[in-house]
């Protein structure tokens, strides 16, 4: 029965399992071997794409506490400005107000020395006319006997006064 | 003539002196001096509107009205 086996059948098992060992060699073991390079390169380069991704998460995390270490810097420095506004806008309200009320109070000197001004010119027209109409009365009404008694009068007055003076200087 | 010890007496009023005036005058005057040393002058000055102005030596006294009523201005100004 085994003998009855084809010697071509032998043979062609035989051929196959040359072309087995001569592909195994020189095709299929280049080939691995390039996969295997491409694997390896592949493997490199994701390794690497990993790395700089990597990286630049870092980078990205940096730029995000920079951020907002600026937002919070921005937030502070818009703060300060804020009352800075505040404080001058006071200031200059208070200095505005301050320069109205001297202003104010400036003008109100002014008019109260003019109207003390006016009273004072006023005061003075009035007694000057009034002192030249009395004089004007007196000149028209003074007679010699006006005169008789103003004379007595006036100058009995004067004369008292002058003898008191002597009496106290000489005794 | 006027004695040299004799002493002028200007009496200055609006009007022209009276005689009567002029004795009153005399009578007060000797009250303060000898008016026998007096030799008076007498000077018409309507600006003092009344009464009189009596310059005896160094003496001035102002019996006008002009200068009451200065007096009474002067009061009122102040």
Redesign the interface.
Same mark, same amino acid.
């Given at each position: 029965m085994i003998l009855s086996i084809d010697r071509s059948i032998i043979f062609q098992i035989i051929n196959f399992l040359i072309l087995v060992a001569l592909l195994f060699r020189f095709l299929f073991k280049p080939v691995v071997q390039t996969l295997d390079k491409r694997s390896n390169h592949i493997q490199e380069e994701m390794n690497k794409i990993e790395k700089e991704k990597k990286v630049a998460e870092e980078l990205r995390l940096k730029y995000e506490e920079e951020s907002k270490n600026i937002h919070i810097k921005y937030q502070e420095m818009m703060e300060l400005a804020n009352q800075e506004a505040v404080k001058i806008k006071s200031k200059i309200i208070d200095e505005a107000y301050q320069e109205s009320e001297k202003i104010k109070q400036t003008a109100e000197e002014k008019a109260r020395i003019e109207i003390d001004k006016l009273f004072t010119e006023l005061?003075?027209d009035i007694?000057d006319i009034s002192?030249e109409m009395?004089?004007k009365l %007196?000149?028209e009404r @003074?007679?010699?006997s006006?005169?008789?008694q103003?004379?007595?009068q006036? %100058?009995?007055?004067? @004369?008292s006064k002058?003898?008191i003076k002597?009496e106290a200087q000489y005794g | 003539m006027v004695s040299s010890k004799k002493e002028i007496v200007k009496l200055i009023?609006?009007?022209p002196m009276?005689e009567?005036?002029k004795n009153?005058?005399k009578s007060?005057?000797s009250?303060?001096g000898d008016i026998n040393q007096m030799v008076f002058q007498e000077e018409v000055d309507?600006s003092l509107?009344?009464?009189?102005v009596?310059i005896f030596g160094e003496?001035l006294?102002?019996?006008s009205?002009?200068t009451?009523?200065?007096k009474?201005?002067e009061g009122?100004?102040i």
């Open positions: 005061k003075m007694i002192t009395a004089a %007196l000149r @003074i007679d010699t006006k005169q008789d103003l004379i007595e006036l %100058l009995e007055e004067a @004369i002058i003898e002597s | 009023t609006p009007l009276t009567s005036q009153k005058v007060k005057l009250r303060i309507p509107l009344g009464g009189i009596i003496m006294i102002d019996c009205l002009k009451q009523l200065e009474m201005k009122i100004i």
